[in-house]
């Protein structure tokens, strides 16, 4: 047996790794493939450059850019306001206010682009200046009459480019959370500029809800700082003004929260707003607290009227709320007399109002008998005014009136006082023309008693 491989001839050559014979056997004709183990390589996009669109690139935010370039626009307008003016409302189509808002009212307000804590950036000193003179903060004095022309450059700024507005209240709500890092004189010159903005509708009045900061409250800066826009409010206009800006802030009744908390008494809330100059305010604020008493009666009273609960419960309840407010008997009786005349569905036949208004009086009878101990007959002059004048104006008969007599609601002496000597003078003609035929018909009916007791007698 030969020692060759079996299968071979004897001039074959044995087949390599990775060859494969392609000829019939002894075929020499060899054929080399690629092990199955080898990946191809991928191609690769080394050194092309792929194109972008000039829309989807991303324009790079600079505000000190944008600073820059108004700084320059505002040296060249110098110290005249009205080039000021112009060369803003010139620059807003190329200098990309919508995107810098903030920026340039930071430049305007207080020079240079504010960092927190209330200074100003220092960003770019080596390329040229950083700051400016021409802004509220740099006003040559704090004055009314120079600080409006200070104040119309963010008028007219506003007036032009309309989509400013709400950047500019963003803005307002950021500087006065950094009172404390401005000057006590940039504070001033602030102040008597808001009061000219909200005063004017360019700056919504709920801005100055933001001095409600902890910090602000506790160094003084937010009471101070709201007094000199009240004052400059007053100053400019009125005192009307005045509570109406303080309605629009929804401040009217958080005045006592610009105290310290360890200081939020009646004295020193007197004694912070007359040092100011701002007597009335303690006039505006009592009539609030009052106001805001009398709601809270009125509420409850409506409440339990119109559910239907038992009167001696609300008398319970009513009494209490008076108590807590110091709510007066006048006060008392007009809400008591609003609330049960407002849960009735009136009929629309006049000729049956009167009826159905004292049936229904009848039941909450000892409600106002509850609340009128007082010997002073000048708090039945609202309720009178009132119930005389509706069944006057339903034509109805006095004598519908004796109900309430009788219950002793209203006393008929008292009434009679009143008629001749007890009354005011503001409205006398009007309300005693509407009472008269009431009065007469009481005389009357007084006369014909006594003479029937004389009768009797005899």
């Known amino acids: 047996m030969s020692g060759k491989p079996s299968g071979t001839g004897g001039n074959s050559t044995p087949i390599k790794q ?12 060899k054929e080399v493939v690629c092990c199955m183990t080898t990946k191809a390589e991928k191609p690769t996009l080394q050194g092309q450059r792929i194109k972008t669109r000039k829309r989807d690139e991303k324009a790079k935010y600079d505000p000190v850019g944008f600073r820059d370039a108004i700084l320059q626009g505002l040296i060249e307008a110098g110290s005249d306001l ?37 200074g100003t950036s220092d960003d770019g000193i080596d390329s040229g200046p950083v700051r400016t003179d021409m802004c509220v903060f740099g006003a040559p004095d704090d004055s009314y009459e120079t600080l409006r022309g200070y104040a119309q450059v963010f008028t007219r700024l506003m007036r032009r480019y309309k989509y400013l507005e709400k950047m500019f209240y963003e803005e307002m709500k950021k500087v006065l959370v950094y009172l404390k890092g401005f000057r006590e004189g940039d504070r001033i010159r602030l102040a008597r500029c808001v009061a000219i903005w909200t005063s004017d509708s360019l700056l919504d009045p709920k801005v100055l809800a933001t001095l409600l900061q902890d910090h602000l409250v506790k160094d003084g800066l937010a009471a101070d700082f709201l007094c000199e826009v009240l004052l400059t409010a007053k100053n400019l206009k009125d005192i009307n003004t005045v509570r109406s800006l303080l309605r629009k802030a929804g401040l009217d009744s958080r005045l006592m929260e610009f105290l310290q908390a360890n200081k939020r008494t009646d004295e020193n809330f007197k004694n912070l707003f007359q040092q100011k100059g701002l007597e009335e305010i303690l006039g505006i604020y009592r009539s609030l607290e009052r106001d805001t008493s009398l709601k809270e009666l009125q509420t409850y009273l409506g409440q339990q009227v119109n559910e239907g609960a038992a009167v001696r419960d609300i008398i319970v309840g009513v009494q209490e709320i008076a108590k807590k407010n110091n709510i007066q008997e006048p006060q008392i009786v007009s809400a008591i007399w609003s609330s049960v005349m407002d849960a009735v569905e009136w009929n629309k036949k006049e000729e049956l109002v009167a009826d159905q208004a004292l049936k229904h009086l009848r039941v909450y009878a000892p409600l106002f008998a509850a ?52 009354h005011a003078t503001k409205g006398k003609s009007i309300f005693l023309d509407q009472i008269k035929k009431f009065v007469e018909w009481l005389q009357n009916a007084e006369e014909e008693s006594e003479e029937s007791v004389e009768e009797e007698e005899d």
């Open 18 to 29: 990775g060859e494969m014979s392609t000829g019939p056997p002894g075929d020499t004709k």
């Open 82 to 118: 009205e080039a000021v003016n112009k060369y803003l409302d010139q620059a807003g189509s190329k200098l990309k206010y919508r995107t810098y808002g903030e920026t340039l009212f930071d430049i305007l307000i207080a020079g240079g682009i504010l960092t927190p804590g209330g």
């Open 371 to 422: 609340n009128t101990k007082s010997d002073q007959g000048a708090w039945y002059i609202g309720l009178l005014d009132v119930y005389f004048g509706y069944l006057k104006n339903k034509n109805c008969e006095p004598t519908k009136n004796l109900y309430f007599l009788s219950a002793e609601v209203m006393s008929e002496e008292v009434i009679l006082k009143w008629y001749k000597d007890g």
